[in-house]
């Protein structure tokens, strides 16, 4: 079950600012990624549900981190069904992200007292996913979306807090854009645990970006 309360994980999120977004079958180079980003700061990362057996490394994955990185805090994302949530919630998940709304997926995770984080794309979608209980709203894909949507949106619903991912990236100019339009936290996936990185294992690199991404972030939000 979850180690982490829903209220600790959003407060964690609107702290740290960034959750870098991650999958790969092999479970040894997993390790060694969530050691970087926890090395560089991070103290969230989604573990993006995809491929076979994808539970099975998200499970090594949590037991890892509750062994080694303490207060590392462990979620899931492209979860896409009630079923899904629930086995994740099972293996630990302390939070859950998926890519469109899910009204299934929202009883569960209320039911355990999870915090889940709806994939949203208009204000409708929003005021029901808050409605339902969502406290940080994901805006995806938000690279269709961009800075401007959150700065219309935040007018009129200040109380939104949105979490954008797709088409965040490490540069401080992007950083800017998208805090200064007023989300809550940034989900950062190859733009910053890139193929690259993943292929070289250049995992001290990786603790580097990391390190830099919330250092911006925490002087963009100044």
Same mark, same amino acid.
């Given at each position: 079950?979850?180690?982490?309360?829903?209220?600790?994980?959003?407060?964690?999120?609107?702290?740290? !600012?960034?959750?870098?977004?991650?999958?790969?079958?092999?479970?040894?180079? +997993?390790?060694?990624?969530?050691?970087?980003?926890?090395?560089?700061?991070?103290?969230?990362?989604?573990?993006?549900?995809? !491929?076979? /057996?994808?539970?099975?490394? =998200?499970?090594?994955?949590?037991?890892?981190?509750?062994?080694?990185?303490? +207060?590392?805090?462990?979620?899931?994302?492209? *979860?896409?069904?009630?079923?899904?949530?629930?086995?994740?919630?099972?293996?630990?998940?302390? /939070?859950?992200?998926?890519?469109?709304?899910?009204?299934?997926?929202?009883?569960?995770?209320?039911?355990?007292? *999870?915090?889940?984080?709806?994939?949203?794309?208009? @204000?409708?979608?929003?005021?029901?996913?808050?409605?339902?209980?969502?406290?940080?709203?994901?805006?995806?894909?938000?690279?269709?979306?961009?800075? !401007? /949507? *959150?700065?219309?949106?935040?007018?009129?619903?200040?109380?939104?807090?949105?979490?954008?991912?797709?088409?965040?990236?490490?540069?401080?100019?992007? @950083?800017?854009?998208? =805090?200064?339009?007023? *989300?809550?936290?940034?989900?950062?996936?190859?733009?910053?645990?890139?193929?690259?990185?993943?292929?070289?294992?250049?995992?001290?690199?990786?603790?580097?970006?990391?390190?830099?991404?919330?250092?911006?972030?925490?002087?963009?939000?100044?």
């Amino acid at each position: 079950m979850a180690k982490f309360k829903r209220i600790e994980v959003a407060m964690a999120m609107q702290e740290i !600012g960034m959750i870098p977004l991650f999958f790969h079958s092999d479970v040894e180079l +997993g390790k060694n990624v969530i050691k970087a980003c926890y090395a560089g700061g991070a103290r969230l990362l989604e573990f993006t549900s995809r !491929g076979d /057996f994808a539970h099975e490394v =998200f499970a090594e994955l949590n037991k890892y981190a509750l062994q080694e990185l303490p +207060g590392m805090i462990m979620g899931v994302g492209s *979860v896409t069904d009630a079923g899904a949530a629930s086995l994740y919630m099972q293996l630990g998940a302390n /939070f859950i992200v998926t890519p469109v709304l899910r009204e299934d997926i929202a009883i569960v995770c209320n039911r355990r007292k *999870v915090l889940w984080s709806a994939g949203c794309g208009s @204000l409708t979608e929003i005021a029901r996913a808050e409605e339902l209980g969502c406290e940080i709203v994901k805006l995806f894909p938000g690279s269709s979306y961009g800075p !401007g /949507f *959150v700065k219309a949106i935040k007018g009129p619903c200040p109380w939104t807090d949105i979490m954008p991912t797709g088409g965040v990236s490490t540069e401080e100019s992007n @950083l800017r854009g998208w =805090f200064e339009a007023g *989300v809550t936290c940034v989900g950062m996936g190859s733009k910053l645990i890139s193929r690259e990185i993943l292929t070289q294992k250049d995992f001290a690199r990786l603790e580097d970006d990391v390190r830099k991404t919330l250092a911006i972030i925490k002087s963009v939000r100044n």
